[in-house]
């Protein structure tokens, strides 16, 4: 076998320092030196692109500020959210998670009931209280759930939305707190405009901290565990803290989507456990690409705004429409939009 | 205080008893394991990485008893174990199967290790489309990444042609010298035989043979469960 360099007693392990303060030093030093790392990715032509995107439709948006069309994108934008949840979590691990209506229905709960609590919270700490409410919740969710495996885990988050909601529903009349929604919650902007201008604004945040976490080594554990996670087990890896990281991460960012919604309708009830809001996120990542994060950006508008201008003329078929698209899309172009995409640059810079 | 003591070690499916109170212990730089098909030698070999539990007996490393920690807690204590069946982690390129492990237990010398096992031209690689033998060289270099003091390797030239294998064994041989030990269990033979010190020998769960290389061929329970006769010579 050819050898470009010589072995070296090198490749031994050293002995590194143990114990939870070891840890949470490496862990630190891993996430300070990932972040550096990967800076100069943000140059990237795809994640230039995204950002292109988001920002062409905000103005498109911003210009004609109370109609549909601005609307639509509002609905984008908060799809787009709960799309680049799931795919940073579900997408990059495998670990197929149907529990995110839960946290988003938390977000806008905990919202409405904060706002009924004192009227002087501004939309965006009422969010970021959702965001941190839903951090804490996806953390406890994860710890005994993420024990379990593929099918296991994803059953159990199938049932989470379900079982969840009435377990909340029931704890709130305990504690005597409104069950039949809060309304009259304020608007997160003063014009669907504003409120496109803000929620695109959280989408850069949200897929440029997820892009730099992907491209990051915590990233490639993450992609890792999708293709084998028994074999980084085998090799020292641990994979439980990753994937509660990333989920908690998520649940996190679904509460705050699940907050701007409330406000984008000043209504929060109930319906923000519904499965519409995991079946769109599932079927923009398909369209976009399982585990790449601009997918997420490239379909959730198209996505979104076709169903928003087809319900009128179809009604109910529409999903049905939706449906037959997305099982046509995984027959052929299996891996979404954006791989060919990616092919297509790379052969531009390269020729191969 | 031995760097691997295996002591009584069972581990049966159903009714089967893969291994049968399987003891050695590890006195050289890399020793084989070896038997015909069934004796138990992969099921020996996940037992003690953590990857099975065993029903009865006991794996200690340097000392301490691993015997129920998970793979994960025993490789990063220095023993680690390759796959028989390559794994490598396809959607990532074969660079990034390397850089996986960097963090964990300090930086990962990736350009050495891709050239201890010929793998730099293709570091840019996806390794989801490398051919079996390349697969199998980036098999041996995940091992590698992981900064193991012993290398559980599992027919690491199974499946590979004679000079693929002859290039594989030439890189143990290096490591070796280097000083990364290791366990081989491998059905070929005569190829490994020239590269380790001692041997295990398993015929149905049992060991029937602890010996040096050279006390190997002469063990009259060796000659009969690999050429049916003890009378046959070498």
Same mark, same amino acid.
């Given at each position: ?133 839903? &951090? /804490?919740?996806?953390?406890? %969710?994860? #710890?005994?759930?993420?024990?379990? +495996?593929?099918?296991?885990?994803? =059953?159990? $988050? ?53 892009? &730099? /976490?992907?491209?990051?080594? %915590?990233? #490639?554990?993450?992609?890792?565990? +999708?293709?084998?996670?028994?074999? =980084?087990? $085998? ?118 | ?234």
């Amino acid at each position: 076998m050819p050898t470009d360099t010589a072995p070296s007693s090198d490749l031994r392990r050293r002995p590194v320092g143990g114990g939870i303060a070891g840890a949470l030093r490496r862990g630190a030093r891993s996430f300070a030196g990932s972040a550096r790392l990967n800076a100069s990715r943000l140059t990237s032509p795809l994640y230039l692109g995204a950002l292109g995107v988001i920002i062409v439709f905000a103005y498109l948006g911003s210009g004609n500020p109370t109609s549909f069309f601005a609307l639509s994108l509002v609905l984008s934008s908060i799809y787009i959210t709960l799309a680049l949840a799931w795919d940073f979590s579900s997408g990059m691990t495998g670990y197929l998670n149907f529990g995110l209506p839960f946290f988003f229905g938390v977000g806008a709960l905990v919202t409405g009931q904060l706002y009924a609590t004192d009227s002087h919270l501004t939309p965006s700490s009422l969010a970021f209280f959702s965001f941190g409410v839903g &951090l /804490l919740g996806g953390f406890l %969710f994860s #710890l005994p759930t993420l024990r379990l +495996r593929g099918p296991y885990f994803s =059953l159990l $988050s199938f049932l989470l939305p379900l079982i969840g909601a009435d377990f909340i529903l029931a704890f709130w009349t305990q504690l005597g707190l409104r069950t039949q929604g809060y309304y009259g919650l304020p608007f997160l902007g003063a014009t669907y405009g504003d409120e496109l201008v803000l929620l695109s604004a959280a989408n850069v945040a949200i897929l440029t901290a997820f892009f &730099l /976490l992907r491209e990051s080594h %915590f990233g #490639l554990v993450l992609r890792g565990i +999708r293709d084998d996670e028994d074999a =980084l087990g $085998s090799q020292g890896i641990r994979t439980f803290p990753y994937k509660v990281v990333a989920f908690t991460l998520a649940s996190g960012v679904v509460a705050f989507s699940g907050a701007t919604y409330a406000m984008v309708y000043t209504f929060a009830g109930v319906d923000a456990f519904g499965f519409a809001f995991i079946l769109f996120p599932i079927l923009i990542v398909i369209v976009g690409g399982t585990g790449e994060l601009f997918g997420s950006i490239f379909a959730g508008y198209v996505v979104i705004l076709l169903y928003q201008y087809l319900f009128p003329t179809f009604s109910d078929l529409t999903l049905i429409i939706f449906a037959s698209a997305a099982i046509l899309l995984v027959l052929f172009i299996p891996h979404g939009l954006v791989r060919p995409l990616r092919a297509f640059i790379r052969f531009m810079r390269t020729g191969e | 205080m031995e760097l691997l003591e295996v002591s009584n070690l069972t581990r049966s499916f159903g009714g089967n008893v893969a291994v049968d109170s399987v003891s050695f212990r590890m006195t050289s730089d890399a020793l084989a394991i070896v038997g015909p098909n069934g004796a138990g030698k992969t099921t020996l070999l996940s037992t003690i990485a953590g990857v099975l539990h065993p029903d009865h007996g006991t794996v200690r490393f340097r000392g301490r008893d691993v015997t129920r920690f998970p793979p994960w807690r025993i490789a990063r204590l220095g023993m680690v174990k390759t796959y028989q069946i390559v794994r490598p982690f396809r959607s990532l390129t074969v660079e990034e199967n390397l850089k996986l492990f960097d963090k964990i237990r300090g930086r990962v010398d990736v350009d050495r290790i891709l050239g201890v096992t010929g793998l730099s031209e293709v570091r840019g690689q996806v390794a989801g489309v490398l051919p079996f033998g390349l697969l199998k060289r980036l098999e041996l270099a995940k091992g590698l990444a992981a900064k193991p003091e012993v290398l559980l390797l599992d027919e690491p030239i199974s499946g590979l042609s004679r000079s693929e294998a002859r290039d594989l064994l030439e890189s143990l041989l290096e490591l070796k010298r280097s000083g990364v030990r290791m366990v081989l269990v491998e059905h070929r033979l005569s190829e490994i035989l020239p590269i380790v010190d001692r041997v295990v020998a398993l015929d149905r769960g049992r060991t029937i043979f602890d010996g040096t290389r050279s006390e190997f061929f002469q063990d009259p329970a060796v000659r009969k469960a690999y050429l049916g006769s003890e009378d046959v010579g070498n």
